[in-house]
């Protein structure tokens, strides 16, 4: 059965910086593209980053520049270090895994992020 | 501003049919498959529609999407109660080499 599981979210002042985690099983992450999503609260889906099997790695513009996306193949997870963190990155972060060129079709449960002082 | 266009809000009886659709470019739409999913409060959204309209294990065949050109469109036959939740389209953008989705679109079933 694939799961994904979010962890590393919580409440952090505006200029902070935050690792999420995501435990990937029942796949392995370097066999698939695995993405980060957000919402915002009240608000839609938003793409932020993807890891493609290769290893490439792709931002959303919003976020460029400050975060970054990585994968442990050895532990069969996905991180994405979070810098210079502004109160409209507030949202919830979802990790999802999806094949080559398609949007997701495996959701985490996601994980709260609150950029707040 | 999401990339893909969808109608915010969308309404209908037990019973009846309804659309949502979802307004893309030639770099999403246009090229690559349309996903849709459900979404109900406080939850994960859940895929109820990939590639050429094909529905995962469990999903009911009152669900169906199509596509034509740039735009594409969820159907959802003998509404109920259970149907009412946000739904969000989704595609592969060439461009900006990650998915894009929709607004979203909350369905209410009266």
């Known amino acids: 059965e694939v799961q994904l599981v979010e962890s590393g979210g919580g409440l952090i002042q505006p200029g902070g910086s935050l690792r999420l985690s995501c435990a990937a099983s029942g796949f392995t992450v370097f066999t698939n593209y695995v993405s980060w999503v957000r919402q915002a609260p009240g608000k839609g889906l938003e793409w932020v980053s993807v890891?493609?099997?290769?290893?490439?790695?792709y931002y959303a513009d919003s976020v460029k520049g400050r975060f970054t996306i990585s994968r442990d193949n050895s532990k069969n997870t996905v991180s994405l270090q979070m810098n210079s963190l502004r109160a409209e990155d507030t949202a919830v972060y979802y990790c999802?895994?999806?094949?080559?060129?398609?949007?997701?079709?495996?959701w985490g449960q996601g994980t709260l992020v609150t950029v707040s002082s | 501003q999401a990339v893909l266009t969808q109608p915010p809000s969308a309404s209908g009886t037990p019973g009846q049919r309804v659309t949502i659709s979802c307004s893309g470019s030639?770099?999403?739409?246009?090229?690559?498959?349309v996903y849709w999913y459900q979404q109900l409060p406080g939850t994960a959204p859940k895929l109820l529609i990939y590639?050429?309209?094909q529905r995962p294990s469990g999903v009911p065949d009152r669900f169906s999407g199509s596509k034509s050109g740039t735009s594409a469109s969820l159907a959802i036959s003998g509404l109920r109660s259970e149907d009412e939740a946000h739904y969000y389209c989704?595609?592969?953008?060439?461009?900006?080499?990650?998915?894009?989705f929709g607004g979203g679109t909350k369905l209410t079933v009266l």
């Open positions: 590639r050429k309209n």
């Open positions: 999802a895994r999806g094949a080559e060129w398609d949007p997701p079709d495996y």
């Open positions: 030639s770099s999403n739409i246009g090229s690559n498959y």
């Open positions: 989704a595609a592969w953008d060439d461009s900006l080499s990650g998915p894009v």
């Open positions: 890891i493609y099997t290769g290893g490439s790695t």
